[in-house]
């Protein structure tokens, strides 16, 4: 509603001939500082919101990369029971998610890997392991995530409070030119129609984002669970023929 009545008050304007100036720059002077003040607190949002998505795309391109190429190979080393070279290869690939967490099951198998015979303290304390780093790398993931989250959700009331202080400095405007001519709120509606622009400007792209990578860390989690289980059937296997 509130969006309508400024549209009309914008066509009232645009029909009495009325002149002003609605480019940034003059409309940057015209406003208030408290107005203001939103606008510059909308550009750091906006700011903070753009580098969390280039951060996590770069981030999840990279893991997704190394992963294709780590899963083959790791697969290939354990096949043939080579451990070291299996934990080699993850550390090789250090920004994979599926690395970090088929490392710290290896070396936590390794570590107890003192006989020829696997018990099943071994097995189960690889498995916390594993549950350990999947948990640490499920955290790496999400980081700055929810900032996205804020952002959409505030950015929009951030809007919202420089509309009414837009709407309080139009009715000043009338108080001051003790005129209730279109010319003498045009101002404020201006600061108002910028500043809610402004805010759902900020707010979609950073809930497209968050919905996005939200997402993204979902599918690297079902990953990491499945490369955790085929490591414990690993661990399972080789046990089962250490005993025969």
Request: a positive charge; charged letters at 20%.
């Amino acid at each position: 509603m509130l969006g309508a009545k400024l549209l009309i008050l914008g066509l009232w304007l645009f029909q009495e001939g009325e002149t002003m100036a609605f480019d940034p720059i003059s409309m940057w002077r015209a406003m208030g500082w408290p107005a203001r003040s939103v606008v510059v607190l909308l550009f750091v949002m906006s700011a903070w919101s753009i580098g969390v998505m280039i951060d996590r795309w770069i981030a999840y391109r990279a893991a997704r990369k190394q992963s294709r190429l780590f899963a083959p190979a790791v697969a290939g080393a354990l096949k043939d029971g080579r451990i070291d070279e299996a934990i080699a290869i993850a550390e090789q690939n250090k920004r994979s998610h599926l690395a970090k967490v088929v490392t710290a099951g290896l070396q936590e198998f390794q570590a107890h890997q003192a006989s020829s015979e696997i018990s099943g303290e071994t097995i189960e304390a690889s498995k916390r392991a594993l549950e350990r780093a999947a948990a640490i790398v499920h955290a790496e993931l999400k980081r700055g995530v929810s900032s996205l989250a804020t952002v959409g959700s505030t950015a929009p009331f951030v809007g919202l409070f420089g509309t009414v202080l837009g709407i309080i400095n139009a009715f000043h405007g009338i108080s001051t030119a003790k005129s209730t001519g279109l010319a003498a709120v045009a101002g404020g509606i201006a600061e108002a129609l910028v500043t809610t622009a402004m805010g759902l400007l900020v707010a979609v792209p950073a809930v497209w984002a968050f919905n996005y990578f939200g997402g993204r860390i979902e599918a690297f989690d079902v990953e990491m669970d499945n490369s955790s289980s085929e490591l414990i059937d690993y661990f399972i296997k080789r046990s089962s023929r250490g005993k025969k």
